[in-house]
């Protein structure tokens, strides 16, 4: 990565898995330094603080946001709290970098990319799957020409279930699997394609492998039209036993590219009782450990990339806008579960529930 010209000062709200991963990869960028932190939980802050050797531990969002010493929030709190904490922040001046999903409403995402332009500060959608190196060969080798026109993409991913219970839980979430990892899926293959319009998108949603924990969705299908008369396909699940997967399938006039993220790291291991610390999740059993995770997982190339975009102020790689357009598909795909048919983009209407309800409660809409 090249160098950046300033230091940033970043300052973390959460302490989960996601807020370790943003803070190991900020310590790759030599310019970028973390000075403060917030949790919930004041134990989770302080542990969360120690081990990341972070000097500040604020009690509430407010004061952190407050921060001199803060330029840059990144914001990693449960989903329903995105929208209203990075807009705080950036009506506080300060740029900031928010997990996924953008928000849990169209009109929440506008009023956060208003912020952004009201207050002359970047926002970015943390969407690592575009920043990938094994999934970007593969769009750049699509793109060179080699499979001829491109006409299909497929992105999947599945595991056992997500790292925190509050992802279960429909206040906090909005929606199970489809807003947890079908996001990814649904940025890359636009991504892939050179974002052209969705125009229309179907999906089957249901609750396989979870139902003791919750109502809302650990398997989905979804499936979009583009106005290029391209397709993609999104297949996302917690319902998958014994590891890991994420790939993506790019299938042109002239032949097809398979991209495997979690395998061909050229390390194959079976262990007992598994290895800590590898990064990659379970490593009981057959397991492909990898040799640098972060990298691999493109994160450090993320946080790299939004910095340098605050220093130029060129928008995003993965932007706002396209963490709203990714919301309205998944809306889309709510809404296209709930009643079976298959649903025309834009929405007409705007939803203010929570994106699962579409099909949870899809005979109650009006």
């Known amino acids: 990565m090249q160098r950046l010209n300033k230091n940033h000062r970043i300052g973390i709200v959460g302490s989960g898995w996601i807020s370790q991963v943003h803070a190991d990869s900020f310590a790759q960028i030599p310019e970028a330094t973390i000075t ?8 989770n802050a302080a542990k969360f ?32 709290q995105h929208a209203e904490v990075a807009i705080k922040a950036m009506n506080a001046g300060k740029h900031v970098i928010v997990e996924k999903p953008l ?3 169209l009109a929440d995402a506008d009023a956060m990319i208003d912020a952004a332009k009201k207050n002359g500060v970047i926002l970015g959608y943390a969407e690592e799957l575009v ?16 499979i001829g026109s491109v006409y299909f993409v497929k992105q999947m991913e599945k595991h056992a279930g997500p790292y925190s219970p509050w992802f279960f839980d429909r206040k906090f979430a909005g929606g199970g699997i489809l807003m947890d990892m079908g996001c990814h899926a649904i940025e890359y293959c636009r991504f892939v394609l050179g974002r052209p319009g969705c125009t229309k998108v179907a999906a089957h ?3 396989y492998l979870h139902q003791d924990k919750t109502d809302m969705d650990d398997h989905i299908v979804l499936h979009m039209e583009f106005e290029t008369g391209q397709t993609a396909l999104v297949e996302s699940s917690w319902a998958l036993k014994g590891g890991m997967d994420s790939t993506a399938e790019i299938y042109g ?19 007992e009782n598994g290895v800590p610390g590898t990064g990659a999740g379970e490593t009981r059993g057959w397991s492909f450990p990898t040799y640098e995770w972060l990298w691999e ?23 706002a806008k396209d963490g709203r357009d990714v919301l309205e598909i998944m809306i889309a795909g709510y809404l296209s579960a709930g009643t079976g048919k298959t649903i025309e983009l834009p929405l007409t209407k705007r939803y203010d529930c929570a994106p699962v309800d579409l099909w949870k409660n899809s005979k109650n809409l009006s």
């Open 49 to 80: 603080a120690e081990r990341n050797s972070i000097a500040k531990v604020h009690g509430t969002i407010d004061d952190l946001i407050a921060d001199r010493n803060v330029d840059v929030v990144s914001v990693n709190t449960p989903n329903y």
């Open 297 to 319: 997982n493109g994160y450090p190339q993320e946080m790299h990339h939004f910095l340098s975009c605050i220093e130029s102020g060129e928008t995003p790689l993965a932007s």
């Open 253 to 271: 006039t002239d032949g097809v590219i398979y991209a495997d993220l979690l395998r061909g790291s050229g390390i194959r291991m079976y262990s």
């Open 131 to 146: 920043f990938v190196p094994k999934f970007v060969e593969a769009r750049r080798l699509a793109l060179a020409g080699g």
């Open 36 to 43: 403060a932190c917030y949790s919930r939980t004041k134990e």
């Open 103 to 105: 928000a849990l409403t």
């Open 205 to 207: 949603a249901h609750t």
